[in-house]
């Protein structure tokens, strides 16, 4: 069955001026517009197309894809603000997504951006924003483990971090004390979980956590080494931002990691700098 607000494999009904026509199913054959069609399709293809409404309220089918689907979060850019409907949004198709007036919470302006949940209004069915992120959120205990990698959407900053949206699912934290610079509202990131709070809450981490992050990132310091000639002129005094632009890691975990290194005699520090020994029986376990 197809799924409004999302792709979708559709087989070809029939062709015309207008472009091709797509069984969708209980929702009844959808344009493919000509200027979407692919030019090496075969008359046996299943089209991978994206349902939605174009501007005069038809359901279209399209081969390019939205900034969000339904069922996910996304940072999009207001476009227009209409006094009597709400807000239109861009989010990547060439008609702009609605922002009606009573999911906004806090009124927004053009030029803005804003996070929102993309859903189907259960009312008329058709796709919309909303920016009353709780509301979409899942209500399902997270199942997630201790060092899970996951993705997330920083959704603002408190006091304590910043929030974020874990896999368009659950809302969760990364404290300012574990982060080396600032993060900025709409940032998508990889990262972990670093634990489940029997209240559901999660707490994230922009580092794998124990043991399993250093192991890794002993051999991708070691490897950087190897390519560099045997020295590097990163140490405990390199800045939290170099850090990060050439590791990926907090300043703290190349820290521990170096750490592992000097102990198993496969770093010297050069004060600047880092040395590496020749150990060939080394390996991040031993």
């Given at each position: 069955?197809?799924?409004?607000?999302?792709?979708?494999?559709?087989?070809?009904?029939?062709?015309?001026?207008?472009?091709?026509?797509?069984?969708?199913?209980?929702?009844?054959?959808?344009?493919?517009?000509?200027?979407?069609?692919?030019?090496?399709?075969?008359?046996?293809?299943?089209?991978?197309?994206?349902?939605?409404?174009?501007?005069?309220?038809?359901?279209?089918?399209?081969?390019?894809?939205?900034?969000?689907?339904?069922?996910?979060?996304?940072?999009?850019?207001?476009?227009?603000?209409?006094?009597?409907?709400?807000a239109f949004l861009d989010w990547g198709l060439p008609k702009d997504l609605l922002l009606p007036f009573?999911?906004?919470?806090?009124?927004?302006?053009?030029?803005?951006?804003?996070?929102?949940?993309?859903?189907?209004?259960?009312?008329?069915?058709?796709?919309?924003?909303?920016?009353?992120?709780?509301?979409?959120?899942?209500?399902?205990?997270?199942?997630?483990?201790?060092?899970?990698?996951?993705?997330?959407?920083?959704?603002?900053?408190?006091?304590?971090?910043?929030?974020?949206?874990?896999?368009?699912?659950?809302?969760?934290?990364?404290?300012?004390?574990?982060?080396?610079?600032?993060?900025?509202?709409?940032?998508?990131?990889?990262?972990?979980?670093?634990?489940?709070?029997?209240?559901?809450?999660?707490?994230?981490?922009?580092?794998?956590?124990?043991?399993?992050?250093?192991?890794?990132?002993?051999?991708?310091?070691?490897?950087a080494l190897e390519a560099g000639g045997g020295r590097?002129?990163?140490?405990?005094?390199?800045?939290?931002?170099?850090?990060?632009?050439?590791?990926?890691?907090?300043?703290?975990?190349?820290?521990?990691?170096?750490?592992?290194?000097?102990?198993?005699?496969?770093?010297?520090?050069?004060?600047?700098?880092?040395?590496?020994?020749?150990?060939?029986?080394?390996?991040?376990?031993?």
């Amino acid at each position: 069955m197809a799924i409004i607000g999302k792709r979708n494999r559709l087989v070809v009904v029939r062709e015309s001026a207008s472009g091709l026509y797509l069984d969708g199913g209980e929702l009844g054959e959808v344009l493919l517009p000509s200027r979407y069609v692919p030019h090496d399709r075969t008359p046996d293809d299943r089209l991978d197309v994206f349902l939605y409404r174009d501007s005069e309220d038809r359901l279209v089918a399209t081969t390019e894809q939205p900034h969000a689907e339904v069922g996910e979060f996304a940072w999009l850019k207001v476009t227009d603000v209409h006094h009597q409907i709400g807000a239109f949004l861009d989010w990547g198709l060439p008609k702009d997504l609605l922002l009606p007036f009573r999911e906004q919470g806090i009124p927004v302006r053009a030029g803005q951006r804003v996070v929102v949940a993309v859903c189907l209004d259960p009312k008329t069915n058709r796709i919309m924003a909303s920016a009353r992120l709780n509301r979409h959120l899942s209500r399902e205990t997270p199942a997630y483990r201790d060092g899970q990698p996951v993705t997330f959407l920083i959704t603002g900053e408190t006091p304590m971090g910043y929030n974020a949206i874990v896999e368009n699912a659950h809302r969760g934290l990364l404290y300012r004390n574990n982060l080396a610079a600032p993060l900025l509202t709409g940032q998508v990131l990889n990262g972990f979980v670093r634990t489940v709070r029997p209240n559901g809450k999660i707490d994230l981490s922009l580092d794998a956590s124990g043991y399993k992050r250093v192991a890794s990132l002993t051999e991708q310091i070691v490897q950087a080494l190897e390519a560099g000639g045997g020295r590097l002129d990163f140490d405990d005094d390199s800045s939290p931002e170099a850090i990060r632009e050439s590791f990926g890691v907090s300043k703290k975990a190349f820290k521990q990691a170096l750490g592992k290194l000097y102990r198993d005699r496969r770093i010297a520090f050069q004060n600047p700098g880092i040395q590496l020994l020749d150990n060939s029986s080394w390996s991040p376990g031993n």
